[in-house]
């Protein structure tokens, strides 16, 4: 792999997606002409309405009761300082009194007023009485405490709520509020993941369909990935046969090394190739998985940050859904980044129904960042409890032409995939073939980000 620099010269060696965010918010800096910015998942449809509702709502709500409680505590210091200039006429008035009468100079005497002002002082800085803090407190908190590491009951239990509606479970089958964990965006969730099964095993191999979200090879590229090339496969489409011959070279190559299968991640609609899988497909990798006794336990990851980007307009399906006996160790990811276009607000969930593994996403993420803003759970799961059909066909309808427009371009340009079967069913994203630019020669301004290299030598 080339080394990528940062726009402030910097080697990058985490993900270098964000890197070339970077690159491409300084290039629209520095251009005096309009730059379009594309990729990393880049939404554009109009924010959530709910979503923003709510964290609007969950804010000014606070920020009321603030206002009400300081103004409690602004009353509470103005009797408090009138009391104490009362008391200080007194003290003067005494002292005017005590100078005339010598009987009681020894009460008011320099002594004893400075320990009543001392007094007044140790008085204020001690805080408020109870019965004003009982005060502020009867109209609700008006300050943000920590959370709950999973995110606070309320909100699992409404995006669990949620969650149970999008996947049309019955109502034996919900997804219940102890099933969720809130996390900072889909990328948290998969560290916590990832770091919890290569614990476990570290010699692990991971099988995932290639190509794959960058963040599937864990945090530098620390995954064991053991890879479907489903460019490979007519209409760059997974099949069960594919995968149960991976399952065998993963075991027989990890046989050399004392490693085995740990895991399985799942990204559908997928992320790059934008493609979908039915029920029948989905029952067909599950058999295989159920099939091989020594899987048993082997945790199946299912990143479903696009499942509400179906865009021939069917319902999205999932192996959550189709494969009821393996819910135990399967572990979904979902985010706010496309549905809800707020991919900038980090919000993200993980379901898992097997609570020792779910404890233990939770123990790392807590190490790492304690555990999602309240705001942000708030509004995200206000936000997918009302999701409804209407919003999500009006979401589709909006990129679906934008997906069509691109891959008939590159079409008109021969720039689309060798394999003409190749139809994006999902996302937003469309794989082009761009191999005829081998060789050319990297422009002044792309070698600041690739030093040292002078040509392209890869697609």
Not at 184 to 211: C, D, E, H, M, W
Not at 223 to 232: E, P, Y
Not at 338 to 362: D, I, W
Request: charged letters at 25%; hydrophobic letters at 40%; glycine letters at 6%.
């Amino acid at each position: 792999m080339k080394k990528l620099l940062s726009p402030d010269g910097e080697l990058v060696s985490s993900d270098r997606i964000m890197a070339l965010n970077k690159w491409a918010h300084r290039v629209s800096e520095e251009s005096t002409r309009e730059v379009v910015l594309a990729g990393m998942g880049r939404p554009t449809f109009p924010v959530n309405d709910q979503l923003t509702a709510a964290e609007l709502g969950f804010w000014g709500g606070l920020s009321e009761r603030a206002r009400e409680a300081r103004g409690i505590i602004r009353d509470y210091e103005r009797d408090y300082e009138r009391t104490l200039r009362d008391n200080e006429i007194k003290v003067n008035s005494s002292q005017q009194v005590s100078s005339q009468s010598p009987l009681s100079s020894e009460a008011l005497s320099p002594k004893k007023n400075a320990a009543f002002r001392f007094k007044d002082m140790a008085r204020k800085a001690t805080g408020l009485p109870f019965k004003i803090l009982h005060k502020i407190r009867a109209s609700g908190y008006a300050a943000v405490e920590y959370g709950e590491p999973g995110g606070d009951k309320k909100s699992r239990e409404k995006i669990a709520k949620g969650l149970s509606c999008f996947y049309k479970l019955p109502v034996e089958d919900s997804i219940e509020a102890g099933d969720v964990l809130f996390t900072v965006g889909g990328s948290t969730a998969l560290y916590a993941i990832f770091q919890a099964i290569n614990t476990k095993t570290p010699s692990g191999r991971i099988i995932t369909p290639s190509p794959f979200y960058s963040l599937h090879a864990g945090a530098q590229r620390a995954n064991r990935l053991h890879t479907i090339d489903v460019l490979k496969l007519p209409g760059y489409h997974l099949t069960a046969a594919a995968l149960a011959d991976e399952i065998k070279k993963a075991k027989d190559l990890a046989a050399f090394d004392g490693g085995k299968v740990s895991a399985f991640v799942f990204c559908y609609p997928n992320n790059p190739t934008g493609q979908v899988l039915g029920e029948a497909e989905w029952e067909q990798i599950a058999e295989v998985i159920r099939q091989d006794a020594d899987l048993n336990n082997v945790p199946i990851i299912l990143d479903e940050a696009y499942a509400e980007l179906r865009l021939d307009h069917h319902d999205h399906v999932s192996l959550y859904q189709v494969a009821p006996d393996l819910r135990d160790r399967i572990v979904l990811i979902r985010s706010s980044t496309k549905a809800l276009s707020a991919a900038g607000e980090r919000m993200g969930v993980v379901v898992c129904k097997n609570h020792e593994l779910l404890h233990q996403f939770e123990e790392i993420q807590t190490e790492i960042i304690g555990h999602a803003s309240k705001s942000s759970c708030h509004a995200y799961a206000a936000a997918m409890d009302d999701l409804g059909e209407e919003e999500q066909q009006r979401l589709i309808s909006y990129y679906a032409p934008m997906v069509t427009y691109v891959a008939d371009k590159l079409k008109e340009i021969g720039a689309d995939m060798p394999d003409k079967a190749y139809e994006v069913g999902g996302a937003f994203y469309v794989m082009a073939d761009l191999s005829e630019f081998i060789g050319t020669p990297l422009t002044s301004s792309a070698q600041r980000a690739l030093p040292g290299v002078k040509t392209i030598t890869t697609d």
